[in-house]
């Protein structure tokens, strides 16, 4: 009855067509009475489900929730939408603006980066299924920022195991920023301190490998020196321990 009600015109009793609620919704939106917008939508929804103005009324939801900073119920929405309505012109938008709402949703490094890792996923896809989008430098921009965050996670790790003093366990964290986030800017700094828990292990001959590999990739990178200092430092010990 709530929702025949609403579907009529206030005035006259009559029932109103989905064009015209639509755009009584759009209107609200317009003016940030989401929650009023919300409810129009919805009606459309659930009133005229094989209408155009459902599909349409899919998009606005999940536009409300983002608006309102509800980015889970907004991604839920425009997800909603590609699986409901797949063919849908809004459906494009729909896929950037849910990797924009996991986006929202990563949280600062030392947290759990399940939202940062389905920002990528999602940007990634929809970099792959429209190539040529004007979104398609944009979303490259934000996935550059989030991979930072996650190399950032990793590199943060493996420094604390220093500060903890389990060198070994750091070793595992700097492999996995080496490994996996060679476009970050953690990279090289991961390689300097690598280097510097090998040579604290007394591991010369590794540490000399990765030195050779960095004189590779950073010829002039930020820890040269270090490096350099490095290198004799492992050259020298580990000619006094063949020695004896």
């Known amino acids: ?3 025949a009600a609403s579907c009529a015109d206030r005035n ?4 109103r067509e989905p064009k015209e609620i ?3 919704a759009v209107l609200k939106f317009e003016d940030s009475d989401f929650i009023e917008a919300k409810q129009l939508f919805d009606i459309i929804k659930l009133q005229y ?3 155009e103005f459902a599909e349409y009324s899919q998009f606005y939801l999940g536009e409300c929730e983002f608006e309102e900073k509800n ?3 907004a991604a839920f929405n425009y997800n909603s939408l590609r699986r409901v309505y797949p063919s849908s012109s809004y459906s494009k938008i729909s896929m950037y603006k849910a990797a924009l709402c996991y986006y929202h949703l990563s949280p600062s490094f030392e947290r759990d980066q399940e939202y940062t890792k389905k920002a990528i996923n999602y940007f990634q896809e929809f970099q792959y299924s429209y190539p040529n989008d004007s979104l398609f430098n944009e979303a490259e921009e934000r996935i550059s920022e989030l991979r930072d965050k996650l190399a950032h996670k990793e590199y943060n790790t493996a420094e604390l195991y220093i500060k903890l003093s389990s060198p070994r366990s ?3 964290y700097y492999d996995e920023v080496i490994n996996k986030y060679d476009d970050t800017k953690y ?3 991961a390689y300097y301190g690598k280097t510097s828990v090998l040579v604290s292990l007394r591991r010369y001959d590794e540490a000399l490998g990765l030195i050779n590999l960095y004189d590779k990739l950073f010829p002039d990178g930020i820890h040269k020196e270090e490096m350099i200092n490095l290198e004799k430092i492992s050259k020298e010990r580990r000619a006094l321990r063949n020695k004896n």
Request: no cysteine.
């Open 170 to 172: 750091s070793i595992v």
């Open 22 to 24: 639509f755009d009584e």
């Open 71 to 73: 980015y889970i119920l």
């Open 12 to 15: 006259s009793g009559r029932i």
């Open 1 to 3: 009855m709530i929702v």
């Open 49 to 51: 489900p094989a209408s």
């Open 187 to 189: 990279y090289e700094p």
